[in-house]
C-alpha cells in the first residue's frame, strides 16, 4: 500500500512539473467590437478571476461607453453621457452599484495600471450583447450592440484572415526587438529599421476613396493576398455602410480624409462626423486620417487632438497604379527607400489591373502588402 500511495505521489509530482509555466499566462484573448477586430495589445487583454471575465474599461468606448477614474475616492465611474445610466464600481469595498441604486458583488480590477471591468456585469447594464468563443488562437470575446451585422458563426469566418492578421501582428509586437517601442499606440516616433540585404519590404499602400464602386473592385483584387488602407471623405461615409463593413471583416484598414483649406476647427468637425458615421456602419472609430491642403501646424494640432495622420515615405498620387510598368515602378520607388516599413500614398488614381501587378510584383520581391497601424501614421 505504502509503495502504491509513494508512486501515486511521484506521477503527481511529475505530471506537475510537466505542467508548462506559460499556461495560465500565455492564454491570447482576442477582443471583437461588432464587426471588427481592433489590435491586439497586452496591457487590456482581458483575463479571469474569481470567475469573472474582466476586460479593459477602453473596449466599451465605441459604444459610447466613458469612464472615470478617481484614485482619492477609489471609485471608477462607467457612464453613458446621453442619459444612458452608470455603473460606480468601488474599488475599496469591491463590490458597485448602480445609478438607480441596485447594488452588485462585482468589483473593479486594476492591473499594470489598467483599470478593468466585469464584462458580464457592464454588457448586461449597458444592454450589450457579450459572447465568450474558443478559436483557433485562443479565445474570442465579442461584445456587439443593434449595429452588428454579422452572427458569431457567420462573423467568425468571415472574420479569419483579420483574426490570423491580428494574432501575428501580436506576436511580432512580443520579440525582442520590438520591446522599445511604442507600438499600436500612436504616440511615439517610429523606431525605423533598415532594410536587410535580400529580405522583403512591409509596404504600407493607402488611397482615396472617391468611388464606391471602383474600391469594392479593388477588394476583389486584393482578395488574400495583401491589405491595404482606404481612406474616405465624409460625404462618401454616408452611403457606404456595406462597403466599409466589408472591408472591416476582411482586415482591411480604414482612415478618414478631409480638406484642411478651411482651418483646423473644420477639419477637426469633418473627421469627428466621419468617426460618427463610422462607427454608426461597422462598430469602431479610427484615428487614422489624410489631409489635403494640410501644413506642419495642421499636422501637429491634429496629433495633439488624437489623430495619426499620415505622412508617407512615398507619394505616388500623380503617377497612380493603373498598369504593370507604374506597380514597377513603385516597388523601385519603394525599394529606394532602403527601410523595412515603406508608407505609400496612391491617392485615387488606382484600378485593378494595376493593383493586381503590384501585389504580383511585390510577391516576387517577397514583400509584404500590409494595412497601415497608428503607430506608423
Excluded at 176 to 196: F, H, M, V
Aim: hydrophobic share 40%; glycine share 8%.
Amino acid at each position: 500500500m505504502k509503495k502504491r500511495l509513494m508512486a501515486l505521489v511521484c506521477a503527481l509530482v511529475l505530471a506537475l512539473t510537466m505542467v508548462p509555466a506559460f499556461a495560465a499566462e500565455d492564454v491570447i484573448y482576442i477582443v471583437a467590437i461588432n464587426d471588427t477586430v481592433p489590435e491586439i495589445q497586452k496591457s487590456t487583454m482581458p483575463f479571469w478571476s474569481g470567475g469573472y471575465l474582466y476586460v479593459s474599461c477602453t473596449a466599451f468606448q465605441d459604444f459610447g461607453i466613458d469612464y472615470n477614474s478617481s484614485a482619492a475616492k477609489q471609485t471608477l465611474l462607467l457612464y453613458r453621457s446621453r442619459g444612458g445610466g452608470a455603473l460606480i464600481f468601488d474599488l475599496k469595498n469591491g463590490m458597485c452599484r448602480d445609478s438607480q441604486g441596485n447594488v452588485y458583488i462585482e468589483s473593479a480590477v486594476t492591473r499594470s495600471g489598467q483599470m478593468f471591468v466585469p464584462v458580464g456585469r457592464v454588457a448586461e447594464y449597458f444592454g450589450l450583447i457579450y459572447t465568450y468563443n474558443k478559436i483557433q488562437y485562443g479565445y474570442l470575446v465579442r461584445l456587439r450592440d443593434t449595429s452588428s451585422v454579422l452572427s458569431d458563426e457567420v462573423f467568425l469566418d468571415a472574420a479569419s484572415e483579420r483574426l490570423a492578421y491580428r494574432y501575428n501582428q501580436y506576436q511580432q509586437s512580443l520579440l525582442p526587438q520590438n520591446s522599445g517601442q511604442n507600438a499600436n499606440t500612436g504616440g511615439g516616433a517610429e523606431t525605423e529599421e533598415p532594410l536587410e540585404e535580400g529580405a522583403g519590404q512591409n509596404l504600407y499602400l493607402s488611397l482615396l476613396v472617391q468611388d464606391t464602386d471602383r474600391a469594392s473592385g479593388l477588394l476583389d483584387a486584393l482578395g488574400s493576398s495583401g491589405y491595404m488602407t482606404f481612406y474616405f471623405p465624409v460625404e462618401l461615409l454616408e452611403s457606404a455602410g456595406d462597403l466599409t463593413r466589408r472591408m472591416s471583416v476582411t482586415g482591411q484598414a480604414i482612415g478618414l480624409a478631409a480638406d484642411a483649406s478651411k482651418g483646423i476647427e473644420n477639419v477637426l468637425t469633418q473627421l469627428h462626423r466621419g468617426n460618427e458615421l463610422l462607427s454608426r456602419a461597422t462598430g469602431s472609430k479610427t484615428r487614422l486620417v489624410w489631409i489635403e491642403n494640410s501644413s506642419e501646424q495642421t499636422i501637429q494640432a491634429l496629433k495633439e487632438a488624437g489623430y495619426c495622420p499620415l505622412v508617407p515615405q512615398v507619394d505616388f498620387a500623380r503617377r497612380g497604379v493603373t498598369s504593370s510598368s507604374a506597380a514597377a515602378d513603385l516597388l523601385s520607388s519603394a525599394a529606394a527607400q532602403r527601410r523595412a516599413n515603406v508608407t505609400v500614398w496612391l491617392g485615387s488614381d488606382v484600378n485593378q489591373t494595376g493593383l493586381r501587378a503590384l501585389l504580383s510584383a511585390a510577391g516576387a520581391e517577397e514583400d509584404q502588402i500590409l494595412p497601415m497601424t497608428e503607430a506608423l501614421s
